[in-house]
Nanobody, 122 residues
């Protein structure tokens, strides 16, 4: 019903920048919270940043001041601008969206993207 497609990952040197994008398509009536999570090998998937439909943001302490989350509601797209990247930021980054898919109900469901690899290395 809903597909999230991520883009923008890759290999970058420490101190560099990347911008991730995630676009939702399909039966999208509206989207509540959109967020980015990351998972390094052998570790759990953790929240990196989230943004509500009105623009309220929340960040993991480890990325505050370096990462910025934003969204374009008209395009059903969320972005993650990552600056001053560190090797410990290396992980697969996943997009998540809480999507309402029916005009006759306010129920919503969480959907995940397929993940995009971010590697920070010299």
């Amino acid at each position: 019903q809903v597909e999230l497609v991520e883009s923008g990952g890759g290999l970058v040197q420490p101190g560099g920048s990347l911008r991730l994008s995630c676009a939702a398509s399909g039966r999208v009536v509206s989207i509540n919270v959109m967020g980015w999570y990351r998972q390094a090998p052998g570790k759990q998937r953790d929240l990196v940043a989230a943004i509500g439909s009105g623009g309220t943001t929340n960040y993991a302490d480890s990325v505050k001041g370096r990462f910025t989350i934003s969204r374009d509601n008209a395009k059903n797209t969320v972005y993650l601008q990552m600056n001053s990247l560190k090797p410990e930021d290396s992980a697969v980054y996943y997009c998540n969206a809480d999507v309402r898919t029916s005009w006759s109900s306010y129920l919503s469901h969480h959907y995940w993207g397929q993940g995009t690899q971010v590697t920070v290395s010299s």
